[in-house]
């Protein structure tokens, strides 16, 4: 696997991407190398987008920031959206998350320390419960309520 790659801007808005090689999982073990990309911003607070690039194709899917992080030590998620963790033989801990419904679903890991490192990079641009502090409802709802 690649070394994890992680970028932050301060300016104009408070973001961070982790870009990361790692694999889909079938039947419990990495299959399929794929390009990860994990995106998280201060426009945004509540929210992680993740980026999934199996040779060439692109998927784009959203999740909760807390689910990432209560994943990091159990079992989290409902819906078309689960994160827990995983402990290999070896030691090596993992973090597995399955987008989409279970019959029809893409499950892909992660190492725990590589997701876990950038989660506190995301905490330190926005702490946890100040995320609503860092919406601009002014700006959202002005056009909405100046229509005549």
């Known amino acids: 696997m690649s070394k994890p790659v992680t970028l932050t801007e301060l300016h104009p808005h408070r973001t961070t991407t982790l870009h990361h090689r790692t694999h889909l999982v079938r039947d419990g073990r990495p299959a399929v190398p794929l390009d990860l990309e994990l995106h998280y911003t201060s426009l945004d607070p509540f929210a992680v987008r993740i980026s999934l690039k199996p040779d060439g194709a692109s998927i ?31 030691g090596r801990g993992w973090l597995r998350i399955r987008l989409g419904p279970l019959r029809s679903c893409a499950v892909f890991q992660m190492e725990l320390d590589v997701i876990s490192n950038w989660l506190d990079v995301t905490l330190q641009l926005v702490p946890q419960n100040t995320e609503s502090h860092h919406l601009n409802w002014d700006d959202f709802l002005a056009p909405l309520l100046d229509q005549d």
Do not use: K
């Open 60 to 90: 784009q899917w959203s999740l909760s920031r807390d689910a990432l992080l209560l994943g990091l030590r159990r079992p989290e998620g409902i819906g078309d959206v689960a994160v827990w963790p995983v402990q290999q033989a070896d």
